[in-house]
Each structure stands twice: as C-alpha cells, then as structure tokens.
C-alpha cells in the first residue's frame, strides 16, 4: 500500500525567507503526487501536482516541488515566504487504480514577522 | 478549478440522533467521490468511496451501518452519521474527481456530538 511521510511536523521560518517543505512517498508505480494548503477551519487548497514529464512543477502563490525518483521525494520550495503563507500543508499520492488520496501527517507552518 | 461544496458547514447534534451531511459537485458530474474523515491536528483518513449507481466501499475499519453513503446523482453524495456519538465529532471532508482530471475537495463538515 502507498504511504507518504511528511517528517516535518512543525517549521517555523520569517517572512521573506525560503521555504522547503519534505515529502517521501511510497508507491509501486509512478505515482501520482499533489501538495495541498489548508488554512484553520478551511478546506484545502491544491497547490501543485505532478502527473508525468517536467520533474519540476509550479504552481499558484509562487510554490514550485520538484519530483525525484531516486529519492521517492517531492519536496516543496518557495523561494521568499508571505505572512499568508501560514498554514497546514500536506503532500499527498493517488492510487491511480482507485483514485483515493493517501495524506502525509502534514506540515504547520508558521510565519515570523 | 472545478467547485464542490458540502452542507452544512458546522452541525452540532446531541448524542444517539443521526446526522446527513450532503456533498455536491457544482460544475462537474463525478461517478466517484471520496469522504475522507480529519480530526485535529491530524491528517485526512479516507473513510470511504462512493459510487454513483452502486454502493460505497468503505475503508478497513470503518463501519458501513454507522457512516451510510448514498451516491444517488452524478452530482450530489450524501454521508448519514447513524446515531452519532461524541467520539464521532471531527471534520468530514468529500472531494470529487481524480486521475489526471484532479481532486477538487469541498470546505468540510464540522460535527460535534454533544
């Protein structure tokens, strides 16, 4: 069965900073990979999401991830934080036979002025 | 994207009474939509599936006579908490969708049983 591990519970960076956010998955096929944002009391918001091709994908509020097979990674970069930026996040495979969503525990982000 | 939205938003209800919870796809039809269950501070568990025309499939450990699903339209899945108990209170959230045309999720349900 597919899992995904989001080793990074709590991270706390200042606003202008960079941000990484980790995501190892485990799947037996190519998987299918998405970040999600969830604001307090919200419904997520996707973010980005990796099918196939360009390993590098962006996607809204400046967030990019980059898919590495090798590492069964995709981490989650933004170049320069925003105080909006504080959230939950969670990284996420499909199984592509069943189209459900396997979450990651999730990462809260907080935004140091 | 594509919207989807759930009714109510916030239910409180009294232990032992049932508790529907509806599921919409706005501007898409879906065969398949998903009820995932959150509580806090934790991730989002799938519950179970749901498929139009045909019953849901449930997650191990999830029980099909307390969490009823009907998925009666292309558009619109109904989740029933059957005599809901206070350990039942958390965040039911649904999403339509999948494959290579995305999930699109619905803000949430959030139940309390008093």
């Known amino acids: 069965a597919q899992s995904v591990t989001q080793p990074d519970i709590h991270i706390t960076v200042s606003e202008g900073a960079s941000l990484e956010l980790r995501c190892n998955y485990s799947?037996?096929?190519?998987?299918?990979l998405f970040w999600y944002v969830q604001s307090p009391g919200q419904g997520l918001q996707l973010l980005l999401k990796?099918?196939?091709?360009?390993?590098l994908v962006q996607g809204i509020k400046g967030f990019e991830a980059e898919f590495k097979r090798s590492q069964s990674s995709f981490n989650l970069r933004k170049p320069s934080v925003h105080w909006s930026d504080a959230a939950e996040y969670f990284c996420a495979v499909e199984d592509t036979g069943r189209r459900a969503l396997t979450f990651g525990s999730g990462t809260r982000l907080q935004v140091q002025p | 994207g594509a919207v989807v939205s759930q009714h109510p938003s916030r239910v409180i209800c009294k232990s032992g009474t049932s508790v529907k919870i509806e599921c919409r796809s706005l501007d898409f039809q879906a065969t398949t939509m998903f009820w995932y269950r959150q509580f806090p501070k934790q991730s989002l568990m799938l519950m179970a599936t749901?498929?139009?025309?045909?019953?849901?499939?449930?997650e191990q450990g999830v029980e099909k006579d307390k969490f009823l699903i009907n998925h009666a339209s292309l558009t619109l899945s109904t989740l029933t908490v059957t005599s809901a108990h206070p350990e039942d209170s958390s965040f039911y959230i649904c999403s339509g969708g999948g494959g290579e045309e995305t999930q699109y999720f619905g803000p949430g349900t959030r139940l309390l049983v008093l």
């Open positions: 799947y037996g096929a190519t998987p299918y």
């Open positions: 749901s498929n139009e025309g045909s019953k849901a499939t449930y």
């Open positions: 990796y099918f196939s091709g360009d390993t």
